[in-house]
Nanobody, 128 residues
Framework: LQLVESGGGLVQPGGSLRLSCVVS????????IGWFRRTAEKEREGISY????????NYADAVKGRFTISRDEVNSTIYLQMNSLKPEDTGKYYC??????????????????????WGQGTQVTVAL
């Protein structure tokens, strides 16, 4: 199973980016997916989650209302639409997958130890 992120780059504060995570070696219906980031302040922060069936999503307070996670089964891709970006959103963004169905508590407090498969990450820089 492989995960490949793309879509990062340099954007001004207030701008938008859409990250993609292409999954190969499994179907999205078998995987819970999380987005994490590494910033100057946090080594690994879970910021968003989507369930196997796509019916459940969750967001960290830091990104709630600005980021949206979605999935495209046909293209086996998970997206993270990021709007109203701030300098503190700067960091490396990773998608991660697990075949387990995360419980309610785990969905609301994502930890990297619950995910078995990781992409290589894509850099997001928010600056003037």
């Amino acid at each position: 199973l492989q995960l490949v992120e793309s879509g990062g780059g340099l954007v001004q504060p207030g701008g938008s980016l859409r990250l993609s995570c292409v999954v190969s070696g499994s179907t999205l219906n078998d995987l819970d997916i999380g987005w994490f980031r590494r910033t100057a302040e946090k080594e690994r922060e879970g910021i968003s989650y989507i369930s196997k069936d796509g019916d459940r999503t969750n967001y960290a307070d830091a990104v709630k209302g600005r980021f949206t996670i979605s999935r495209d089964e046909v293209n086996s891709t998970i997206y993270l639409q990021m709007n109203s970006l701030k300098p503190e959103d700067t960091g490396k963004y990773y998608c991660a997958a697990t075949r387990e169905r995360l419980s309610y508590n785990r969905r609301n407090q994502l930890r990297d130890s619950w995910f078995d498969y990781w992409g290589q990450g894509t850099q997001v820089t928010v600056a003037l």
